[in-house]
Nanobody
Framework: EVQFVESGGDLVQPGGSLRLSCVAS????????MNWVRQAPGKGPEWVAA????????RYTDSVKGRFTISRDNGKNTLYLQMNSLKPEDTALYYC???????????????????RGQGTQVTVSA
């Protein structure tokens, strides 16, 4: 059974940092591209960051470039998201997702997912 367990979410002040983790099980983690996705209250899911199987290629949505870093440790079956300089608009439920299909066309990245975790809540507020 494919499972993801996210952790690391918290209440943090603007300008603060958090590191999210996603531990995967039930499949060969190193064979799949992975994404972080977030969903703010009352809004649809928003892709945040993508990483390839080897961790050498990463992509980010424009609003987090230069502030967030996605990484992975295939030996530990774990995906990470380091978030710095957090803003109130980063407040959302963050979850990891296994990519079943992805496309980079015309400068835009899009992906489809077959499994995702339950998420960890990040709240940025003074």
């Amino acid at each position: 059974e494919v499972q993801f367990v996210e952790s690391g979410g918290d209440l943090v002040q603007p300008g603060g940092s958090l590191r999210l983790s996603c531990v995967a099980s039930g499949f060969t983690f190193s064979r799949y591209d992975m994404n972080w996705v977030r969903q703010a209250p009352g809004k649809g899911p928003e892709w945040v960051a993508a990483i390839d199987v080897g961790g050498l290629s990463t992509r980010y949505t424009d609003s987090v470039k230069g502030r967030f870093t996605i990484s992975r440790d295939n030996g530990k079956n774990t995906l990470y998201l380091q978030m710095n300089s957090l803003k109130p608009e980063d407040t959302a439920l963050y979850y990891c997702a296994r990519v079943s299909f992805s496309r980079y066309l015309g400068g835009r990245y899009s992906a489809e997912y077959d499994y995702r975790g339950q998420g960890t809540q990040v709240t940025v507020s003074a």
